[in-house]
């Protein structure tokens, strides 16, 4: 199992969230457990911040801008790092799994009203990857 893997598998909680950009043009919903995250240390992660939940793209629907999304990709050129051009806010990411299956990087931050307080954080070391 990858840290992934097992980050979005930890509880088992499964919840439909609704989240966006700041500026509102990026909107989507994503069922998944948002009750845990990653927290990656590799060269985007760390200066961006983000806490990330792992959900199928199955079970995440981008409801408005996707058709204005910026992809920024490096390295392997293997995960899609989707921002918005207005506000510059990265929502989430897209890429294959280990699996093989299409899978969404949700940004926690970016989930209304979520209390971030409660989410168990698992720290993942990409900068050695």
């Known amino acids: 199992m990858s840290d ?11 919840e439909t969230q609704s989240g966006g950009c700041h500026c509102g043009r990026v909107r989507f919903s994503a069922r998944g457990d948002f009750s845990a995250a990653m927290a990656c240390n590799c060269s985007i992660c760390q200066k961006r ?3 990330l939940a792992f959900v199928p793209a ?6 408005s ?4 999304l910026v992809d920024y990709q490096f ?5 899609h790092h989707l921002f918005c051009p207005t ?5 989430f990411g897209q890429a294959i799994g280990p699996d ?13 009203d979520i209390d971030l307080t409660g989410v ?3 720290h993942f070391d990409g900068r050695s990857r």
Not at 5 to 11: I, L, P, Q, R
Not at 75 to 79: E, G
Not at 87 to 91: H, L, R, S, Y
């Open 75 to 79: 390295n392997t050129m293997k995960i």
């Open 65 to 68: 801008g996707g058709e204005t």
């Open 49 to 51: 911040g983000h806490w």
């Open 120 to 122: 168990h954080v698992t």
């Open 100 to 112: 093989g299956s299409a899978m969404v990087a949700v940004n926690l931050r970016c989930i209304d």
């Open 58 to 63: 199955t079970d995440f629907e981008l409801q």
């Open 4 to 14: 992934s893997e097992a980050v979005a598998s930890e509880t088992g909680r499964s």
């Open 87 to 91: 506000c510059g806010v990265g929502a």
